[in-house]
């Protein structure tokens, strides 16, 4: 089993910046992908990012490439999501997973462990 938690999400005003956190334990396995999504209310939940084990990301096309980045430290086991220039539709929860496998997915259903979701919420 694995074990992820996030951490820092919260409350920032349009144009503000965030970071995020994902902690893995348990069995744990460095070459796993991890990747970031997050569900607003009433709303599927979407793709954000991806982080291979190498280090090689993509991004949700549209809605974040080039004011969010992904990164890991896989010495610490932890993914980040730094998130810039913040917009009222960033609120959302969200959420970081992983994967048994070396190759990352945009697809939600293909992700085995998830965390408990961080909210972060974008106001003025």
């Known amino acids: 089993q694995v074990q992820l938690v996030e951490s820092g999400g919260g409350l920032v005003q349009p144009g503000g910046s965030l970071r995020l956190s994902c902690a893995a334990s348990?069995?744990?396995?460095?070459?796993?992908?991890m990747a970031w999504f997050r569900q607003a209310p009433g709303k599927e939940r979407e793709f954000v990012a991806s982080i291979m084990w190498s280090g090689g990301v993509k991004y949700s096309e549209d809605s974040v490439k080039g004011r969010f980045t992904i990164s890991r430290d896989n010495a610490k086991n932890t993914m980040y999501l730094q998130m810039n220039s913040l917009k009222p539709e960033d609120t959302a929860v969200y959420y970081c997973a992983t994967l048994r496998r070396v190759l990352p997915s945009t697809a939600a259903a293909d992700y085995e462990y998830w965390g408990q979701g961080t909210q972060v919420t974008v106001s003025s």
């Open positions: 348990g069995r744990t396995f460095s070459t796993n992908a």
